[in-house]
């Protein structure tokens, strides 16, 4: 399967730490993409990363690709109890988009 | 506003009565797509279509249908819902299928329960 696997799935940390969440996949991509999820609502778009890229930054996101070790992680820096969010790892897979299960990260105030 | 509307966004239903989820974006987008998000089974695809006139399925697709005849329509239809069916159903849209990556924009959810 493509299916990008996350983790931790479960992630409690205190505000204003670093959260760290990694995504591993099977076969060859051209990009990855890490999309957040407030709770049962619609996921939304946070960065994008292509396989001939190494690591790229958002604000205080923090995004590596390393396509030899089919893998990616998501560093959000400085956490705040707003970050408290599922996060997805997305892959393009053939004519489709595949989502991991996801990371749930809890900032605690 | 680049938007993609659902609806409903919540909805009881009965065993075997056909129902209809409606999704609309006003992007111009040619993909759509539409998941089912299920605790611990993550977003699953269940259809999505590259155009007018163009769906296939994706990795869940039994027990529903859509079509694409307008670019900015993709219903989802439940013919006959059973309760294995209950579920958070996300409707999503981007400007293509491209390999350089394109945002993928989301629904807000319709959350189903067949009882």
């Known amino acids: 399967s493509q299916q990008g696997e996350e983790d931790p799935q479960a992630l409690s940390i205190q505000e204003g730490e670093n959260a760290t969440m990694n995504c591993s996949y099977k076969t060859s991509i051209n990009n990855l993409q890490w999309y957040r999820q407030n709770s049962g609502r619609g996921l939304v778009h946070l960065i994008l990363?292509?396989?001939?890229?190494r690591e790229k930054h958002s604000g205080r996101l923090r995004v590596t690709l390393d396509t030899s070790k089919k893998s990616s992680s998501l560093l959000i820096t400085a956490s705040r109890a707003a970050d408290t969010a599922s996060y997805f790892c997305?892959?393009?897979?053939?004519?489709?988009?595949?989502f991991g299960t996801g990371t749930r990260l809890k900032v605690l105030a | 506003e680049a938007q993609v509307t659902q609806n409903p966004r919540y909805l009881i239903t009965v065993t075997g009565k056909k129902l209809t989820v409606t999704c609309s974006q006003n992007m111009n987008h040619e993909y759509m797509s539409w998941y089912r998000q299920d605790p611990g089974l993550g977003l699953r695809q269940i259809y999505y279509?590259?155009?007018?006139?163009?769906?296939d399925k994706g990795d869940v697709p039994e027990g529903y249908k859509v079509s694409r005849k307008e670019k900015r329509n993709f219903p989802l239809i439940l013919e006959s819902p059973s309760p294995n069916q209950t579920s958070l159903y996300f409707c999503?849209?981007?400007?293509?299928?491209?390999?350089?990556?394109?945002?993928?924009?989301f629904g807000e959810g319709s959350w189903l329960t067949v009882v």
């Open positions: 279509s590259m155009n007018v006139e163009v769906t």
């Open positions: 990363i292509r396989s001939n890229e």
């Open positions: 997305a892959l393009s897979g053939t004519y489709k988009y595949i």
């Open positions: 999503a849209s981007s400007l293509d299928f491209g390999s350089s990556g394109n945002t993928i924009y």
